[in-house]
């Protein structure tokens, strides 16, 4: 598994890494049966410390978690804990996406884009109805089943996945509802 351990504007060292690389590979490997690469970034806010990790796995899901401590190996303890237990509680269903598919999960590229929030000010007239675009990006948008992305939506702690059905070939999207529950819209 390839490792990018970083810090924003803090130094990480080399016994801080190792640490990372042994404890993240062994809580992965229990439940992951080939994990492709793990981005970890520690950064500071005020007096805490926080580490976020994102782990890909070969069957293309992404798990990602996000801790807070006041040490910094406290906080990567926190966060490894927290992939493990998602790892752990997903793990049937990893295995058996992984047992169903012969190939690896097909991405297409998108661009992704990211919109200026609208003033609230109610008495200024907007110039334009356009959005100002902040920033564009890369994104990746996996062909998989409606289980699967609902899988990946609740790994990954995202609210709302973009994906491509599989079986119908069309962009469809599951988002986490007001209530709770889980919706599916399929154009």
């Known amino acids: 598994m390839q490792y990018q351990i970083s810090g924003k504007q803090i130094d990480i060292g080399e016994a801080l890494q190792t640490h990372v690389k042994d404890e993240l590979n062994a809580a992965v490997k229990k439940y992951a049966e080939r994990p492709t ?13 926080v580490c976020e990790a994102t782990v890909h796995l ?13 040490e910094i190996y406290a906080a990567f303890d926190s966060c490894c ?3 493990e237990k998602q790892l752990r509680r997903y793990k049937r269903r990893l295995k058996d996406h992984h047992r169903d598919r012969a190939e690896p999960v097909e991405l297409m590229q998108a661009s992704s884009y990211i919109l200026a929030a609208s003033g609230h000010d109610e008495e200024a007239e907007p110039e334009t109805l356009q959005p100002m675009i902040i920033a564009e990006m890369e994104t990746q948008i996996p062909s998989i089943s409606v289980g699967e992305a609902v899988m990946q939506m609740e790994l990954s702690g995202s609210d709302v996945l973009v994906f491509r059905n599989e079986k119908t070939g069309k962009i469809n999207v599951v988002h986490t509802r007001g209530d709770g529950n889980v919706g599916w819209i399929d154009p």
């Open 37 to 49: 690469d793990a981005n970890v970034v520690f950064s500071r806010n005020a007096h805490e410390y």
């Open 58 to 70: 070969s069957t293309g899901l992404t798990a990602q978690a996000k801790a807070h401590a006041t």
């Open 81 to 83: 804990n927290k992939m």
